[in-house]
């Protein structure tokens, strides 16, 4: 059984910042990628950025510059740095990971609105 564990999410003013954070638990071996997708409402789930276990990272168009993922190996933890949100950014933020089969989180709400 793989549990994933998501904190951090919340509502902020556009420009403003958060931090998610996942964490991974129970019979994982060994995990190749974890990452971070996002579904807004009325709109299909999209990857927002994925981080190899090498540390390679494949960032959405829509927030490179802006998010920063990284990643704790030995913690099984993934992290979400969001800077300078803005409205669009408003979804259901979804931890991923890949070990021996797909694992998702439960959802996280970020909303970002004046």
Do not use: H
């Amino acid at each position: 059984q793989v549990q994933l564990v998501e904190s951090g999410g919340g509502s902020v003013q556009p420009g403003e910042s958060l931090r998610l954070s996942c964490v991974a638990s129970g019979s994982i071996f060994s995990i190749s990628a974890m990452g971070w997708y996002r579904q807004a409402p009325g709109k299909q789930r999209e990857l927002v950025a994925v981080i190899t276990r090498i540390g390679n990272r494949n960032y959405a168009d829509s927030v490179k510059g802006r998010f920063t993922i990284s990643r704790d190996n030995v913690k099984n933890t993934v992290n979400l740095q969001m800077n300078s949100l803005k409205p669009e950014d408003t979804a259901v933020y979804y931890c991923y990971i890949r070990a021996m089969g797909d694992y998702w989180g439960q959802g996280t709400q970020v909303t970002v609105s004046s």
